[in-house]
Nanobody
Framework: QVRLVESGGGLVQAGGSLRLSCAAS????????MGWFRQAPGKEREFVGR????????YYADSVKGRFTISIDNAKNTVYLQMSSLKPEDTAVYYC????????????????WGQGTQVTVSS
């Protein structure tokens, strides 16, 4: 089992930046892919981006490409989501997720989920 805990959410003005963290514990050796998703009120959870646990292989949704960057610090078992040029439409609860194999944007590919952290972008 892998436990994921997100942190770093908060309130930020449009155009600002925020960095989310996802600390992983437990059987992290069983994790191949780490992903970030988000869910706005009244909407389905959507894919934001992913990275291989070993690093590299980043892939982003078109809506965040060029503004968001995912990285990983294996020594700390922590995945980061650096968000820049934030827009009000980025407001959502952000979740990190882990997959035991190769995974991209499909939620069903991810077996482990964090509890989420709220990001609110004011206009």
């Amino acid at each position: 089992q892998v436990r994921l805990v997100e942190s770093g959410g908060g309130l930020v003005q449009a155009g600002g930046s925020l960095r989310l963290s996802c600390a992983a514990s437990g059987r992290t050796s069983s994790t191949y892919t780490m992903g970030w998703f988000r869910q706005a009120p009244g909407k389905e959870r959507e894919f934001v981006g992913r990275i291989r646990w070993s690093g590299g292989g980043t892939y982003y949704a078109d809506s965040v490409k060029g503004r968001f960057t995912i990285s990983i610090d294996n020594a700390k078992n922590t995945v980061y989501l650096q968000m820049s040029s934030l827009k009000p439409e980025d407001t959502a609860v952000y979740y990190c997720a882990g997959a035991p194999g190769i995974a991209f944007g499909a939620r069903g590919q991810y077996a482990y989920w964090g509890q989420g952290t709220q990001v609110t972008v004011s206009s």
